[in-house]
């Protein structure tokens, strides 16, 4: 329902440009874009000045007739998100790493760890410790990951945003996790 409800409010920002129908998909994603940025970044001042750009280019582009009409909005959004944030690196003169992977994973191939470790470790952890723990990671993991587990997306729109194969999307987050887990082991604050 939430879905259609999204399809048409981007209909009308699209042809009837209004902001009140914007205002309404900016509340739904708002926190979370934030939030996805913050894992990113983690300095308050770039978090909201990233955020705020994010929004203001996603209704440029929504009310530009010249553009294709956006399809998922939420995928749109997240793929919009992380070139500002990949933008926003290559400023700073430095760019996140991007790793490639061949697409050789079967889906039964790699096991949801989501009961095993991420989600009992993230309710046992604060948020603070686990962003600081994300951070180490490699970019394209540390995206899958949140992407996955804390945005709660599905790999075919996960695989959208990040413009991989559902395959190399599976890959990249049971490596995420992995790398996340020896993290964690080797965090001085852990105390199993």
């Not at 209704?59 to 010249?66: A, K, N, P, S």
């Not at 500002?84 to 400023?91: F, N």
Request: charged content about 35%; aromatic content about 12%.
């Amino acid at each position: 329902m939430q879905r259609i409800r999204e399809k048409l409010l981007v209909f009308q920002v699209s042809e009837g440009r209004d902001p009140r129908a914007y205002g309404e998909l900016y509340n739904l994603y708002f926190e979370r874009i934030r939030r996805f940025i913050f894992f990113k970044v983690n300095v308050h001042e770039e978090v909201e000045d990233l955020t705020s750009q994010v929004f203001l280019k996603a209704w440029e582009y929504l009310i530009d007739l010249d553009q294709r009409r956006v399809q998922n909005f939420r995928a749109f959004i997240y793929q919009l998100t992380r070139n500002i944030v990949v933008d926003y690196y290559r400023r700073q003169g430095r760019a996140p790493e991007m790793v490639v992977f061949e697409d050789q994973a079967e889906e039964n191939e790699i096991p949801d760890h989501r009961q095993e470790f991420f989600l009992t470790q993230m309710y046992k952890s604060d948020r603070a410790y686990i962003a600081d723990c994300l951070k180490k990671l490699k970019d394209e993991y540390k995206d899958a990951v949140v992407l996955r587990y804390l945005e709660d997306l599905g790999i075919a729109e996960i695989a959208d945003i990040m413009g991989k194969t559902q395959g190399n999307v599976r890959v990249l987050i049971h490596r995420g996790l992995k790398e996340l887990r020896e993290v964690i082991g080797r965090s001085p604050s852990n105390s199993s």
